[in-house]
């Protein structure tokens, strides 16, 4: 055994970490050997001094610093989760792809649920107008009445239910329009109806929601209107065929004018 | 650690029972006190003041074993710290079968790399070991030694902690566990997850080195003288 092998084995040597055979081998030359005997010794201090590393005596303080922080902070940590389990559940790693899937989905459905009824909305408005549009275009103009307010285009009017309109009229406040009347007369009634018609005094007073709320559906060929004067017990009702522009619309009105009395 | 000591030696088995004397360790559990194992079965069911006991029992050597390798007073407080939450949170999975303080060496380990880990990204030292500047580093427990004897110790103690500081943490840890705490190759290999023979290896490294260390410090020192 040559000092090179030695000298690689002494720390093991010196900690008794080498087998039996080798042990034996190495203590047999050291005996022979200063120089590897002084290494060995060299070796054995510095463990000497490494078994005697002891750290200081630490206080009683410092150990018991130590067991109240670990214990504070378990306490917290089990507080924490006592106080939110079904949150903690919530956030499992499935469950959370569970509820995340769902919330996506009721979003989604609630958006498109939004954009069609407003979708649906709007193509009522468009529809109402095309039918308004199409109510107008096919009336005759109407005649201004015998007065001297100031002349406004003619208005359009179309057929209606007879029926619905008297379920229509309704008690309402009287207030003194008679051009507004005119207009919104004209639109309630048939081509040939005019203010005067509508009204038996110009300056009568008359309702113009009652008159308004008549709007005549289209396709209609007998034409009702009725109107509540001032007086209660006098209303006026006004029936109308639908006839051709060329017929002048003042010969027809009288004739089916009619005025009903509750006196 | 404990050591048994006979006071007398009777002839019959019965007296030598009576007369034997076993010295335990200041730590150790008296008869009062329930086994570890029941500690550590009602700790991992939550029973904090059981964890506790379990603290008091392993506190002396975790705290120690943590100085040894970081090498400070306040870095050893944080280990242990440290060291007791992650033996708190993970004694579900300890089986009764396994050795508890193995088992705890080997959490100390693992925390103590942690941490020196950490300080090299704040720091470029290998590991600040200030056992010179510690304030209490030269109160040993118990001690009547004279003035001089303490000086002695206190320059060794002085010597080994800079020679430490030149180790990496896997020999460091190595030879702490070999040397200091006394245990087999084969049980520090299992603590540190290695082989026998790397461990070996291991500890050669560092004794040669904390060899070296010596001698040049103290040739340097008697140049000086």
């Known amino acids: ?263 | 650690m404990g050591s048994t000591k006979f006071t007398k030696v009777p002839s019959g088995a019965r007296e030598m029972a009576l007369a034997l004397e076993i010295q335990l360790p200041v730590n150790a559990l008296t008869q009062n006190q329930p086994p570890l194992a029941r500690l550590i079965e009602r700790a991992a069911a939550g029973d904090t003041a059981a964890f506790e006991q379990i603290m008091i029992h392993s506190q002396q050597r975790v705290m120690a074993m943590s100085w040894r390798i970081l090498g400070n007073e306040a870095d050893a407080r944080d280990a242990s710290q440290e060291i007791f939450l992650r033996v708190y949170r993970y004694l579900g999975r300890f089986k009764q079968d396994q050795d508890f303080f193995a088992w705890l060496y080997r959490i100390t380990v693992n925390v103590c790399r942690d941490i020196a880990k950490k300080r090299q990204h704040h720091s470029d030292h290998v590991a600040s070991f200030d056992a010179s500047h510690d304030d209490r580093a030269y109160e040993v427990a118990g001690s009547n030694e004279s003035a001089d004897d303490a000086l002695m110790h206190t320059q060794q103690r002085e010597l080994i902690a800079r020679a430490m500081a030149t180790l990496p943490h896997k020999e460091r840890a190595a030879v702490v566990l070999r040397d200091v705490e006394g245990l087999s190759t084969d049980e520090v290999a299992k603590i540190l997850k290695s082989s026998s023979t790397t461990v070996r290896s291991q500890i050669s490294s560092a004794r040669k080195k904390i060899k070296t260390y010596c001698e040049r410090y103290l040739r340097r020192h008697a140049r000086e003288l």
Not at chain 1, 148 to 166: F, G, H, L, Q, V
Not at chain 1, 230 to 241: A, G, L, Q, V
Request: hydrophobic content about 35%.
């Open chain 1, 1 to 263: 055994m040559n000092c090179n092998y030695v000298k690689d084995l002494l720390p093991l040597y010196v900690g008794r970490d080498l087998d039996e055979e080798r042990a034996t081998a190495i203590a047999t030359h050291i005996q022979t050997c200063e120089r590897c005997a002084g290494s060995a010794e060299e070796y054995g201090e510095a463990r000497n001094l490494l078994l005697q590393y002891a750290p200081p005596a630490f206080s009683e303080g410092v150990y018991s610093g130590i067991r109240q922080r670990v214990l504070r902070e378990i306490e917290e940590k089990q507080a924490a989760t006592m106080l939110s389990p079904f949150l903690a559940v919530l956030f499992r790693p499935r469950i959370k792809w569970a509820v995340a899937t769902t919330l996506l989905l009721a979003v989604s459905i609630s958006i498109f649920y939004f954009v069609a009824n407003r979708t649906d909305d709007r193509q009522q408005v468009a529809d109402g107008r095309a039918t308004a549009d199409r109510t107008a275009e096919s009336t005759e103009p109407i005649e201004r009445p015998e007065s001297d307010e100031p002349k406004t285009n003619p208005p359009k009017a179309s057929t209606e239910d007879p029926i619905s309109r008297i379920k229509s009229i309704r008690p309402r406040p009287r207030i003194k329009a008679t051009a507004l009347a005119t207009s919104v007369a004209a639109k309630t009634v048939g081509p040939r109806s005019t203010a005067a018609d509508v009204s038996t005094n110009a300056n009568d007073p008359v309702d113009p929601e009652s008159v308004a709320a008549r709007v005549p559906a289209p396709q209609e060929k007998i034409l009702r209107v009725e109107m509540q004067t001032k007086d209660p017990n006098i209303r006026i009702i006004w029936f109308s065929t639908q006839r051709s522009k060329r017929d002048a619309p003042n010969k027809s009105s009288k004739r089916n004018l009619e005025v009903r009395s509750n006196a």
